[in-house]
């Protein structure tokens, strides 16, 4: 009977370790669910936040593009480049390599966009001095053009006199 007892008594402390652990588990199993859906989350917002500032970088674009009337190939192609990098970034699922991948292009992106933006400043700039120096040299132009028609008819009616 001992040899029964001991072995009854050797199995309720092997079930007990073993609910022990299977709770043990449930309880760590529970714990990494949480913080993938808290990672899933802040992937989530990660990606949302890289589509807000890709969408604000087209905004812009297309704001200096139309407000200035510029056909820049370069600013052009930037957009679309961003364009093309924003349907890449909504149609894949957040991970972490790729989200700080788009940050990174992101970040690029953005450089360029300072330089492409000084120069079609700078473009303007000049098309402004451009069209100053235009419109004066116009003004001489027609000024030449009524003296040399005052003396063209000075010239004729001297002739008709002569």
Same mark, same amino acid.
């Given at each position: ?23 043990? @588990?449930? !309880? ?6 949480? $913080? ?14 890289? $589509? ?38 909504? !149609? ?15 970040? !690029? @992106?953005?450089?360029?966009?300072? $330089? ?47």
């Amino acid at each position: 009977m001992t040899t029964q007892s001991s072995n009854n008594n050797l199995a309720k402390i092997l079930i007990a370790v073993l609910v022990v652990l299977l709770l043990s @588990l449930a !309880g760590y199993t529970y714990t990494l669910i949480q $913080q993938n859906e808290e990672t899933v989350l802040v992937l989530e917002a990660d990606k949302a936040e890289v $589509q807000k500032e890709l969408e604000a970088l087209v905004v812009s674009y297309n704001e200096i593009l139309k407000d200035n009337e510029l056909k820049d190939k370069d600013l052009i192609a930037a957009r679309d480049r961003i364009l093309v990098l924003l349907d890449s970034v909504k !149609g894949y699922k957040a991970n972490l390599s790729l989200i700080s991948r788009y940050k990174a292009q992101v970040r !690029g @992106l953005k450089n360029e966009r300072t $330089q492409l933006f000084k120069r079609a400043d700078s473009l303007l700039v000049i098309t402004q001095r451009l069209t100053v120096e235009k419109d004066s040299t116009t003004a001489v132009l027609n000024q030449t053009i009524k003296a040399v028609d005052s003396v063209t008819i000075a010239n004729t009616q001297m002739s008709k006199s002569l």
